[in-house]
């Protein structure tokens, strides 16, 4: 019997979109322990985004925002972007960035049971 366990397909890691790049720009400037920021993306459109320091701590309050708007929307408004609503969560490190290992230790840590597909 054959496995197909390994997907040749690599998997490139996953980084900001342009727009979201200029809000992390933003928040590591007003976060100087950030090593990382936060993103999170939802089904709405809507983002929200936060620094991390080197501990996996929040390094700067929860940003939400949505491109192109003055506000998030109504849904967000209701429910703060509810987690079941996330479509991807992950962190995009300032480069170098840390080891591969603390990598995935802050992300477990961050961003916890949010799929991270
Ligand atoms: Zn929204």
């Given at each position: 019997m054959k496995e197909k366990k390994n997907s040749k397909a690599s998997k490139s890691r996953r980084v900001a979109e342009k727009n979201e790049k200029a809000m992390i720009a933003g928040i590591l400037e007003g976060s100087p322990d950030g090593i990382g920021v936060a993103v999170i993306r939802l089904e709405c459109g809507c983002r929200k985004m936060a620094a991390v320091d080197k501990e996996g701590e929040p390094a700067s309050k929860i940003v939400a925002y949505r491109d192109s708007a003055m506000s998030i929307c109504d849904k967000c408004k209701k429910d703060?972007?509810?987690?079941?609503?996330?479509?991807e969560a992950f962190i995009d490190w300032v480069e170098p960035g840390p080891d591969a290992a603390t990598r995935k230790k802050i992300e477990v840590k961050v961003l916890g049971n949010y799929p991270q597909a």
């Open positions: 703060h972007g509810d987690f079941s609503r996330v479509t």
